[in-house]
Structure formats: C-alpha cells, structure tokens
C-alpha cells in the first residue's frame, strides 16, 4: 500500500476517501472525506459522487506543485 509505504520512510500522507474510518486513514496525516449518499428512491443502489472528491484532491495537487 503506497499510503502505508510513505508513513515508514516519514512523509506526511494525505488522502482522499468517500468512506470514513477505512484503514487508508489509519496511515493519513490528513485525511479528506467525500460523501456517500443513499438515494431513497432507489434503495438497492447505493449512490456515491466522487465530483467533490476530485474537486478537492485536483485543487491540493495543483496547491502542491507551485
């Protein structure tokens, strides 16, 4: 696991989930959360929108590289 990896050799690791409390945020110094949403309609699918997630890990990418 490349999370697991950084954390040995002492790099601060972010990460970017949908889900809370996964073992990728056990190795997170920062962890960043999406969101899951059960449509109510349609209860044998579970939706999710990674949108957001991607949003938010583009804009900490671009922060990074300047």
């Known amino acids: 696991?490349?999370?697991q990896n950084a954390?040995?050799?002492g790099a601060n690791v972010?990460?970017?989930?949908?889900l809370p409390k996964t073992?990728?945020?056990?190795?997170?110094?920062?962890s960043v959360l999406g969101y899951n949403?059960?449509?109510k309609t349609i209860e044998d699918f579970d939706i999710?929108?990674?949108?957001?997630?991607?949003?938010?890990a583009r804009t900490?990418?671009?922060y990074l590289n300047l």
Do not use: F, G, H, W
Request: hydrophobic content about 40%; proline content about 3%.
């Open 1 to 3: 696991m490349t999370a």
């Open 7 to 9: 954390k040995k050799v």
């Open 14 to 18: 972010v990460t970017c989930c949908c």
């Open 23 to 30: 073992d990728l945020e056990d190795y997170s110094d920062l």
């Open 37 to 39: 949403q059960r449509n």
């Open 48 to 56: 999710v929108s990674r949108l957001p997630l991607q949003i938010i």
């Open 60 to 62: 900490l990418i671009d």
